[in-house]
């Protein structure tokens, strides 16, 4: 018997020498292989080629609006008028635009979202329909937007307009309906025409990070007596939280830049209200309807400098959903 174990603890003691870093072929450089140098530099350079068009994008928009930067400053962002003949200009009502419809997209898509991804990546429905709904959902991504913007000026609005004047007359104590006999193109319209946009990027996004998520997480909680429900939002909805962080913030990025629709249905009025039946406009909607008759100079700043601040406004959401989602990994270790 002695003869028998001694292999058997030269093997284990082998074993144990072995180091985790000998064991990880991903760590290996590749510094014999000049395919692998190739490629990773090859990579490289992609990288450094992307970083330097967003940086020239970035410059050609700020030299073009430097007459707007040197004319009214800081105080372009909070600026409320908006008189092309005498070149007086402000950014505020378009931010809050902007701002709000986008906010008010992702408040209906993120829920009903992660719904369709639930639905689409768990045993609900048969693997038939679940797999025909997925790809509805995703479809809805392949229409152009001005098709959607026109859609909703002949289908959609029309069935929503009772709606709001309901609203508008029942619950006007309220400021976010207070709008007596509202118009069918406001801001809530927008919203939810931007909501229906940015759908299937939400939906299509968190059902590939929920079917990603290793099966043996399912049937460890329900072996401990977790119930279905309470192993989807106590386990899976968790475990995908980084992901479904970064599907929502892309589609806020969609909602942030969309053009063509949202200029259809938003009404292109430059005011600041607390009402969700007021008209409104957009920093995208603006862009595209006064920078091709846009005279050189102030102008076509004012316009640039526009550009710039939604450039910004994307930053600042990418860079925020990084840290939220550090933050929570940091929270859960």
């Given amino acids: 018997m002695a003869n028998t174990s001694e292999p058997a603890d030269k093997n284990s003691s082998h074993q144990s020498n072995l180091d985790d870093e000998s064991l990880n072929l991903t760590g290996i450089s590749g510094t014999n292989f000049w395919f692998d140098q190739g490629f990773t530099r090859l990579v490289y350079l992609f990288a450094l080629v992307t970083f330097a068009v967003l940086f020239l994008m970035s410059w050609v928009i700020y030299q073009e609006a430097q007459p707007a930067i040197k004319q009214f400053g800081i105080e372009f962002l909070w600026g409320q008028d908006w008189d092309t003949g005498n070149e007086i200009f402000g950014a505020l009502p378009y931010i809050y635009g902007t701002l709000v419809s986008s906010a008010i997209a992702i408040f209906l898509a993120v829920p009903v979202g992660i719904a369709v991804a639930l639905v689409t990546s768990e045993n609900f429905l048969p693997a038939s329909v679940r797999t025909t709904l997925a790809f509805v959902v995703e479809l809805i991504a392949a229409i152009p937007s001005v098709i959607i913007g026109l859609w909703a000026i002949f289908v959609f609005i029309p069935v929503l307009e009772p709606i709001e004047k309901w609203l508008g007359s029942t619950l006007n104590v309220i400021p976010l309906f207070n709008t007596q006999d509202p118009v069918g193109t406001n801001m809530l319209t927008a919203g939810i025409i931007l909501a229906i946009m940015i ?61 063509m629709a949202v200029t259809m249905v ?25 920078f091709a008759e846009a005279e050189p100079g102030l102008h076509i700043g004012a316009l640039s400098y526009l550009g710039l601040i939604l450039f910004g406004l994307t930053l600042a959401v990418n860079i925020g959903a990084v840290l939220l989602v550090r933050w929570f990994a940091r929270k859960n270790n």
């Fill in 199 to 259: 759908l299937p990027t939400m939906a299509a996004i968190t059902r590939d990070v929920l079917l990603a998520i290793p099966k043996e997480l399912r049937s460890a909680s329900m072996a401990l007596g977790g119930t279905r429900w309470e192993t989807i939002f106590r386990v899976l909805l968790p475990a995908g939280f980084s992901g479904i962080v970064s599907a929502a913030m892309l589609a806020l990025g969609r909602a942030l830049g969309e053009t």
């Fill in 266 to 290: 938003i009404g292109n009025s430059a005011q600041i209200s607390a009402s969700l039946l007021d008209p409104a406009y957009t920093i995208p909607s603006v862009l595209a309807n006064e």
